[in-house]
């Protein structure tokens, strides 16, 4: 098979949601799609102490360390699917960011009990604002939920995207009869249990239907969807690869309903991997010659291999276990001799792979986060990684000041991973870290201590809103412990206000001043 045809298979993709809105149930019943598990409730059951595959990170977190994206990968219908898992909001992290600069598209899952919930909003912008694809599941419809238009309402609102329903429900909870399957032009029947009927629009009005068209909330529902047929957007593909309409798919995990008819829909319509840019213009994937770029790197995964592995992206050409590159960075060769490919918690020798798939590489301490790595004889590097401002802040110190050398190291190298981001105070020089979730925190001091035998102290400044400053306009006397100025790693000036208030009041006050979000999304 030529390399353009094994591009062509691959689908790269991401499940975000906010904590118990179904990742892992869904996730769950793919994973039976692909035969990688054997039956339902083998992976789930998160109270009963059983655990998901995708939750793998769970355990090894109990085990003292973490933080990690898992990979899952099958076979599908002639394509090669690629899951990659993201920790929900409690374990948020840069991890979760980067995480979605390696997929080529997300499925975003929301309950619809609940919608779009605050602590996720974030997330789902990150993809909209990077352009992503994203694919929506509400979930939860055997549940009595919101009323679907104003949940896609809300999805336009705050994503600021269209929306298209795939399909449209049929009542909710107790009165859920299935739903309109718009794309396939099907009706597809719940009839309470995993067997689903599929019945074509033009067979509806057959005798054997007659109770399920005179129901009360069928007839209702139709007229609803003769409405959104009429005033609803226009499907374009074209639309959903650029990420500016979501294609909303309403279903049940658990039940599971509608899962089979959005994941064969998504897979079809899923973007292969495109190119990407890199500083000498664009490479495609189907080059010949491999290329791929570090997204993450996890320490410790195993703590008894105590090792590091990079997690790369795929970009170009063939991956073959032992081949040897260059790292862009230093221009120097490095032989992949070592690679995985990853089934959640078990690792796999992979021997090859192609653009879209995700590999982990064997660290012998020479990878950082967004590191480009060629097969030929050109020199280029991908897009860098964004820098994803961090919201929590602390300060740190060593608890034993003898120990300041590995102190500075550990940190430095920690950095260096992208564990978490350093500051330091404008002033007095100390060292501040910052986060996006307060897991990077654990992680981090379990790292210094168990890797570089040094025991820290934090001292939180909370959480706070960093505003970047222009070199011109740093001006140390307009700020305090309140606003604090710092310098971040390029020693860029930074200020890190206390609150909006704060903020707001800085800006009324400093007109001129100007103050760089790196993290606007609109
Ligand atoms: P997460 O990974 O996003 O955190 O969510 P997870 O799949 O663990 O699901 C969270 C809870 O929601 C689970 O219940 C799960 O059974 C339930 N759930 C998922 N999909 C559906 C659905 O389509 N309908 C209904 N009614 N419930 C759904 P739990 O009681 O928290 O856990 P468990 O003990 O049942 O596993």
Request: charged fraction near 30%.
């Amino acid at each position: 098979m030529s390399i353009k045809d094994e591009v062509l298979k691959r689908k790269t993709f991401a499940i975000i949601s906010h904590p118990d809105a179904g990742k892992t149930t869904l996730t769950e019943k793919l994973l039976l799609f692909g035969n990688l598990i054997r039956s339902a409730g083998t992976v789930k059951g998160k109270k009963s102490g059983k655990f998901a595959t995708s939750d793998w990170m769970e355990i090894e977190k109990q085990r003292g360390i973490s933080v990690t994206s898992s990979v899952m990968n099958f076979p599908y219908k002639g394509f090669q699917v690629n899951i990659l898992d993201t920790p929900g909001h409690e374990d948020f992290s840069e991890d979760t960011y980067r995480t979605l600069t390696a997929v080529d598209c997300v499925v975003m899952i929301i309950d619809a009990t609940k919608g779009i919930e605050a602590q996720t909003l974030k997330l789902f912008k990150v993809c909209r604002m990077r352009g992503v694809p994203i694919f929506t599941f509400i979930n939860k419809l055997d549940r009595e939920g919101r009323e679907p238009l104003d949940l896609l309402e809300e999805i336009e609102n705050e994503l600021n995207i269209e929306t298209y329903p795939m399909n449209w429900p049929v009542g909710m909870g107790k009165r859920f009869l299935g739903i309109f399957d718009r794309y396939n032009e099907q009706f597809v029947q719940f009839n309470g249990n995993e067997e689903e009927t599929y019945i074509p629009y033009a067979d509806l009005d057959k005798p054997e239907h007659a109770n399920l068209v005179q129901n009360p909330t069928f007839v209702e529902t139709k007229d609803e969807l003769a409405l959104v047929d009429e005033a609803g957007n226009e499907f374009s593909l074209d639309a959903v690869l650029k990420g500016e309409l979501t294609p909303v798919f309403f279903g049940s995990a658990l039940a599971p309903f509608g899962v089979q008819t959005f994941f064969d829909t998504f897979i079809s319509m899923a973007p292969a991997p495109t190119p990407r840019k890199t500083t000498e213009g664009v490479m495609s994937p189907d080059n010949p010659e491999f290329s791929g770029f570090v997204f993450k790197i996890q320490a410790n995964m195993n703590p008894a291999h105590r090792d590091r592995i990079a997690f790369l992206r795929v970009c170009s050409g063939k991956f073959e276990r032992g081949m040897s590159v260059k790292l862009a960075r230093t221009d120097k060769p490095i032989k992949l001799s070592q690679s995985q490919q990853f089934v959640a918690s078990s690792r796999d020798t992979i021997e090859e792979a192609f653009a879209g798939d995700i590999i982990g590489i064997y660290d012998p301490n020479a990878y950082r986060i967004g590191d480009t790595l060629i097969e030929g004889k050109e020199s280029f590097e991908f897009d860098e990684l964004p820098q994803f401002p961090p919201e929590l802040f602390k300060k740190v110190t060593a608890k034993n000041v003898m120990k300041a050398k590995q102190f500075k190291k550990g940190i430095e190298q920690l950095v260096q991973e992208g564990a978490i981001q350093l500051f330091k105070d404008f002033r007095t020089e100390s060292y501040i870290i910052g986060a996006v979730g307060q897991l990077q925190y654990e992680v981090f001091e379990y790292r210094m201590k168990n890797e570089y035998n040094v025991d820290i102290m934090f001292e939180s400044i909370g959480e706070r809103i960093p505003r970047w400053l222009k070199a011109d306009q740093v001006d140390p006397n307009l700020f305090d412990e309140r606003n604090l100025l710092v310098r971040d790693r390029e020693g860029e000036a930074v200020v890190l206000f206390k609150n909006d208030f704060s903020l707001r009041w800085f800006i009324d006050k400093h007109p001129k001043v100007e103050l760089i979000d790196l993290f606007e999304v609109n």
